[in-house]
């Protein structure tokens, strides 16, 4: 095994798993698998990773999170508990860690171009194709369309460096103002 010579200023913890369900048609084994990686993975990772942070003078540390944190659809209990749970544990990390100079904050996106939500809309696709659905999935935003990975990116990216030195313990929505918007419309 390879020795570790450098040193870790920034942890991303990105690893996800959509399942869909409600409280009860969700078997114990699916919510398991969903909050062992969105949840426990962010656990894990910052449990080895904050002593080296500590070590080096500091670090940041950028939780994905999602819109799902704050408001859900119907049919993903543990999805949506996952997330919310993402945003708590932030918050947590981020008061436990200050005095080191970690910061920790969580990047909220709502619908962006991934693997995973193409799984989704291959599995919600009917008689139409991906990329359809995909694009009716983007009118639900009020800019039109799904994020672009590079756009959620930018934000981790800024989070992670120097220039958000006073930056930590916030949830930060990437989500092309969806929860800015209600559901309720004017007659036209």
Same mark, same amino acid.
């Given at each position: 095994m390879a020795e570790f010579s450098g040193g870790v200023d920034v942890l991303v913890n990105s690893a996800g798993v959509q399942r869909y369900g409600t409280v009860v048609e969700t078997e114990e084994e699916g919510w398991d698998e969903v909050l062992d990686v969105n949840l426990k993975g962010i656990y894990l990772a910052s449990r080895h990773t904050i002593p080296e942070m500590k070590k080096r003078g500091g670090g940041a540390i950028d939780n994905l999170s999602s819109v799902q944190a704050f *408001?859900?659809?119907t049919g993903v209990a *543990?999805?949506?508990a996952s997330k919310g749970d993402i945003n708590a544990l932030t918050r947590a990390m981020a008061l436990d860690h200050a005095e080191e100079n970690i910061r920790v904050n969580a990047v909220c996106p709502a619908s962006v171009d991934t693997p995973m939500l193409r799984w989704s809309a291959d599995l919600f696709k009917g008689e139409k194709t991906v990329e359809e659905t995909l694009e009716d999935w983007g009118t639900m935003h009020p800019l039109g369309r799904v994020a672009r990975p590079e756009e959620v990116a930018e934000v981790i990216a800024f989070l992670a460096s120097?220039? *958000?030195s006073f930056v930590t313990g916030g949830d930060y929505?990437?989500?092309?103002s969806m929860l800015a918007a209600l559901g309720v419309r004017l007659p036209e």
């Open positions: *408001a859900s659809q *543990a999805y949506t120097p220039r *958000a929505k990437v989500d092309g």
